[in-house]
Structure formats: structure tokens, C-alpha cells
């Protein structure tokens, strides 16, 4: 048995470790500890209040309100969306350059029903390509790469109109074919738009004149007639006059 010896150092150090661990017999004494020995998780119970956990002051959370974001996309309904990745053409300095990877979308407007293509960088969500799918645009495969495909367009995602030639890449050849399928369907269905419509003016446009025409020709007939009336009106005043002086006088 080790000697603890007690001296004018150690006894007030070993006193304050006293107090610091009492023995509880409500929480030792038990059927698996009949002598109330010290619980091995029992090592050390802080004197001072202040340091204490459950009176410690925890950190006030701070709520952030919700925010509404609008993306433009709200009234249009999505015809395609394809994951990709997005290259233009520097004519300056001939070469291809990325413009990002993200979704690219083939978006139709409620109202109009006109379609653009959209596409955004998947992280920052920054505009990528903004155009829309007009008569006489038209998708061709990239020579010698089945995944991609390349176009021109008015671009409009730098906030001016830009004529760009884009090149889009996608994972797999399938994703490429559907993509240049709805892109070319898209702008067939745009070009008949623009011949019913541009056949409705014109059939408007002979029917605006043919009402002209016949309006025209009823005025000339109106004067026409007009004119031989009143021609005729000093005729028959003359033949009257006549008639009259032939008479014999009763």
C-alpha cells in the first residue's frame, strides 16, 4: 500500500479533490456495486457554476427570410432539357472556347408559343446561350464527333445580339441526335408559321383590293350615270319646248 503523504502543499490540493468528487451513494450503490465504489465516468465535477455547460449562453441563430427568385423561365414550359456542355467560336483567335457545362432548354411560351433555346451553367447559373429557334436555323453534326453538333444564331445571352456559331457537346450520341431532331423540328414548324401567316396577309391584301376594285367600279358606274343624266335632262327639256311650240293654238 502506497504512503500519501500530507503536508502543507498537497493537503489543501487534495482537500479542494475531495470536494470536487463526493461520493453519491444514489448513484454508485447498486446490485453490480453493493459497496459504493466510484463510477469510473465520475473524474471530475467543475466547482465554479459559470463553467458549467447548461449555463453557458448558446449563440442566438440567425433566420434568413426567403427569397423569391425569378429566373424568366415561368411562363414557358420546358419542350427538352438535356445536360451538355457548350462551346463558341473566337473568330479572332480561331479556336473553340468554352462557354460552360450546365442544362441546355428548349423552352415554349405559353402565349406566343414561340421557343428559345436556354441553356446555364449548372453551378452559378449564369446564361450560357439565349436565342430563339427561328425559320431557316438548322443543327449539323460536328465532323468527326457523333456527340456533338454545332449552329448559328442571334445570341442574346451578353445582353446584346451577337451572331455566334455554337458547338454543343453531350454524354452520349443519343442525347445528341434528340437534341438536333427537336432543334430542326422546331425551326420547320417556325418556317410554317411564316408562310401561313405570310399567305394570310397576302390573301388579305387581294381581298382589301378586290373590295377596292369593286367599290371603285360602282363609284365610276354611279358618275357615269350621273353624268349621262344630266345630259340628258336639257335633251328632253329642248323636245318638250318643241312638242309644246308644234301645237296648234285653240
Known amino acids: 500500500m502506497g504512503l500519501i503523504m ?23 450503490l447498486s446490485p453490480a ?6 463510477s469510473p465516468q465520475i473524474l471530475w465535477r467543475p466547482t465554479n457554476p459559470s463553467t458549467r455547460p447548461e449555463t453557458r449562453k448558446r ?49 415554349k411560351h405559353k402565349d406566343t408559343g414561340k421557343i428559345r433555346l436556354v441553356m446555364r451553367q449548372s453551378k452559378t447559373l449564369k446564361i450560357c446561350a439565349n436565342h430563339f429557334v427561328k425559320p431557316g436555323m438548322a443543327v449539323q453534326e460536328h465532323v468527326g464527333n457523333e456527340k456533338s453538333c454545332v449552329w448559328h444564331a442571334l445570341d442574346f445571352a451578353d445582353g446584346e445580339l451577337k451572331d455566334e456559331l455554337f458547338c454543343i457537346r453531350f454524354a452520349s450520341i443519343e442525347n445528341c441526335r ?14 410554317e408559321k411564316e408562310e401561313r401567316k405570310d399567305a394570310s396577309e397576302t ?9 377596292e376594285e369593286t367599290k371603285t367600279e360602282e363609284k365610276v358606274k354611279t358618275e357615269v350615270e350621273a353624268e349621262e343624266k344630266k345630259k340628258s ?18
Request: glycine share 6%; net charge negative.
Open 6 to 28: 500530507y503536508s502543507l502543499e498537497t493537503g489543501p490540493l487534495l482537500a479542494s479533490f475531495r470536494r470536487a468528487i463526493q461520493f453519491q451513494p444514489s448513484h454508485s
Open 33 to 38: 456495486n453493493p459497496r459504493g465504489y466510484l
Open 59 to 107: 449563440p442566438e441563430l440567425t433566420r434568413l427570410e426567403e427569397v423569391v427568385v425569378t429566373t424568366g423561365e415561368e411562363d414557358e414550359d420546358a419542350v427538352l432539357d438535356l445536360k451538355s456542355k457548350l462551346y463558341r467560336f473566337d473568330k479572332e483567335a480561331n479556336q473553340w472556347k468554352e462557354r460552360g457545362a450546365g442544362t441546355v432548354k428548349l423552352l
Open 178 to 191: 434528340l437534341f438536333m431532331q427537336k432543334f430542326n423540328e422546331v425551326a420547320e414548324s417556325e418556317a
Open 203 to 211: 390573301a388579305g391584301l387581294l381581298e382589301k383590293l378586290t373590295v
Open 233 to 250: 335632262e336639257p335633251e328632253k327639256a329642248d323636245e318638250e319646248k318643241k312638242t309644246e311650240e308644234a301645237a296648234p293654238s285653240t
